[in-house]
């Protein structure tokens, strides 16, 4: 069962380049999020879809844009990189809201902005 | 709005020790609760969850109880083993008096646990 799918799993990017991370489902999940994990923060949401064809902010969003290409796909842009970039971040989906709100999270993305 | 705070870490045991890890909240609503873990190299998973006030969240020995007096949901293992050593992570996500989760979840800054033989 692959479940949340996330490419690359690492990525050394120069400031000013631009890059976007990949994150699929198999789980026919109708919510997709993207957290970005920072030591001594936590988890923090830069962007979640509650449904296809939908997208909304989330606590950190500057510097960062979505797709929800369709309903297994959601991809995370970085337009032009900042070292405050630097961060692993997660893919995440869930079934439906109403449904206790459960996520399931992908293995993580190691990014590194120079 | 919704936040959660859990006790500081890192937090260091010996095999067969009891553990506590304090985990409080805030919320609007009618919050569910879950400890995420997180073991070196992986993603979150779902370690267990509480939905409502007074119920009782249990998995791999771990437990932890939805106290809604005290705005808290803190973690529980009477005898942990070297293979729990992880990141843990409290959350909540919120819900209307109707029952329909918000769907975002919001984290505690997690407690890195290491345990030794």
């Known amino acids: 069962n692959a479940g949340v799918t996330q490419t690359p799993k690492f990525q050394v990017l120069k400031t000013g380049q631009s890059m976007t991370l990949q994150c699929a489902q198999d789980?026919?999940?109708?919510?997709m999020y993207w957290y970005r994990q920072d030591p001594g923060m936590g988890l923090r949401l830069i962007y979640y879809?509650?449904?296809?064809?939908?997208?909304d902010k989330g606590e950190v969003p500057n510097g960062y844009n979505v797709s929800r290409l369709n309903k297994r796909e959601f991809s995370l842009r970085l337009e032009s990189a900042a070292p405050s970039q630097t961060s692993v971040y997660f893919c995440?989906?869930?079934?439906?809201?109403?449904?206790?709100?459960?996520?399931?999270f992908g293995e993580g993305s190691r990014l590194t902005v120079l | 709005g919704d936040s959660v705070t859990q006790m500081e870490g890192p937090v260091t045991l010996s095999e067969e020790a009891f553990l506590t890890i304090n985990c409080t909240y805030t919320?609007?609503?009618?919050?569910?609760l879950f400890w995420y873990v997180q073991y070196p190299g992986e993603g979150l998973q779902l370690l267990l969850k509480?939905?409502?006030?007074?119920d009782k969240g249990s998995n791999k020995g771990f437990e932890a109880t939805y106290r809604k007096e005290t705005t808290s949901f803190h973690l529980e293992k009477g005898s942990v083993q070297v293979s729990d050593s992880a990141v843990y992570f409290c959350?909540?996500?919120?819900?209307?008096?109707?029952?329909?989760?918000?769907?975002?979840?919001?984290f505690g800054q997690g407690t890195i646990l290491t345990v030794h033989p």
């Open positions: 509480a939905t409502k006030a007074d």
């Open positions: 789980m026919n999940h109708n919510s």
């Open positions: 919320a609007t609503g009618y919050p569910s």
């Open positions: 959350a909540l996500s919120d819900k209307d008096a109707g029952g329909t989760s918000y769907g975002k979840l919001t």
């Open positions: 879809s509650a449904s296809e064809g939908t997208t």
């Open positions: 995440a989906s869930s079934a439906m809201r109403g449904v206790g709100g459960e996520l399931f």
